[in-house]
């Protein structure tokens, strides 16, 4: 028998003579026009997503993008970077890009940070995100989109509003906002310096609660807002009704790398480690044994193989979920809005009664936690009552610690960094690691990430705006 087959990737000889014999025949039935007409099953184009059939496909787009931009794609989401920069997180990797971030030496925009990827996903959450909302508006009156135009319409400004909030604590004053047409450029946005970005977020929160004015994601969210622009009694109103069994998760999935928790992603492959006193400054996030801080130590050793791996256990897989929003948040925006007020009772009140529930409340939130808690290096799964320290300076600092511990790994720290140095007055080097780089090298002064060279195309954009090391 002769030998017919030529190896993977090949047609048999005896198919290839068909196949040229049929190449033979006239063409002149042959509709070619027809043969290049393929139907793509799976990308929608914009003109099928432009009925109300195609609103719940918008809705999902938009949604997964918000998800990739805050704390998705198993690499340096908002949520990673932000971790990064503070005294969270440590490089034991070996990219330069994030250990220049780490150290708070960012390289000059034309080459490039690790921050750049949040900032355009975080842009293109908060395009889809509105340009979903405006579909549900426009069909809202139909019976497939009716149903639940509300909550979407409500769920869908208010994630609108945490991509300016996140935009403003994560990026320098200065943040061009441009707009898009169907993928293409149509309006290069003037610059907004951070409390003008942080107004805007409160516009979108706004719009939320027009739609539904028991939205606690919203009310949460502006609060958020008006915390960062200093109106603390505002904030504080705005989360006086909001359970604190409320949570709003960022959902994450090991169906694909878009889905993964970044956090646990790049861990797995050794490249971030929970900090300790970072550059003196750092809070004491290991040393401490906090029960909201669960942690291991992972052998094997950081991906660099010069430094050691501290695993945060808050995320132990890929599925694992981040909370965006929660009760806790609102009672600690109260517990400061009475500390501004002079209330130290209430304040000690609010702190103490969170730390009362702490295992009700970590269970709640993070997967798996009462596995790990107690633990061999978190021995307890109880805290005990906070007492007054009986100083402003030291009552900010017990302030600003239980909002950094409650709120691990969450996407807070870097803007309550900011916020020490823009409305408490304190130093930058007081309140970032500073002195002696780990790596070699000093730290830096920046305080903030670089809006991307992409934005030197934008006629707008003023580079001057952009500081990074003001707050």
Known sequence: MPNTNRGRGHWPLPRLAVLGAALLLPLAACDTERILEVEDPVFASPSSLENASGVPTLIAGAVGDFQIAYSGAGDDSFLTVTSLITDELFSSGTFITRTVTDQRQQQPTAQGNTSDPAFTRLQRARRSLRDAGAAVESFRTDPLVSPTATARITELKALEGFTYVALAEGFCSGIPFSETERGAPRETGQPLSTEQVFNEAMQRFDAALAASAGSNLAKVGRARALLNNGDFQAAAAAVADVPTSFVYFIEHSPNSGRQYNPIFSLQANGRYSVSDREGGNGLPFRSAMDPRVPWIEDPAG??????????????????????????????????????????????????????????????????????????????????????????????????????????????????????????????????????????????????????????????????????????
């Open 302 to 471: 950081g991906f660099d193989k010069a430094y050691r791996l501290f695993i945060n256990l808050r995320y132990p897989s890929f599925s694992a979920n981040v909370p965006l929003a929660d009760g806790i948040e609102a009672r600690l925006i109260e517990a400061e809005a009475a500390l501004r007020a002079g209330d130290v009772g209430t304040w000690l009140t609010r702190l103490n009664d969170l730390r009362a529930n702490v295992r009700s409340l970590m269970t709640a939130r993070y997967e798996d936690y009462a596995t790990f808690v107690p633990g061999p290096n978190n021995p307890t799964s109880t805290l005990a009552p906070l007492t007054d320290p009986g100083t402003e300076q030291a009552r900010v600092d017990l302030m600003f610690q239980e909002r950094a511990f409650w709120l691990f790994n969450t996407g807070h720290r870097l803007g309550d960094m900011r916020r020490l140095i823009r409305q408490y007055g304190r130093p930058a080097e007081s309140v970032f690691p500073s002195g002696e780089y780990f790596k070699g090298g000093n730290y830096g002064p920046d305080v903030n990430f670089p809006i991307p060279f992409d934005e030197a195309n934008n006629r707008n954009w003023r580079p001057e705006m952009c500081n990074t090391t003001q707050a």
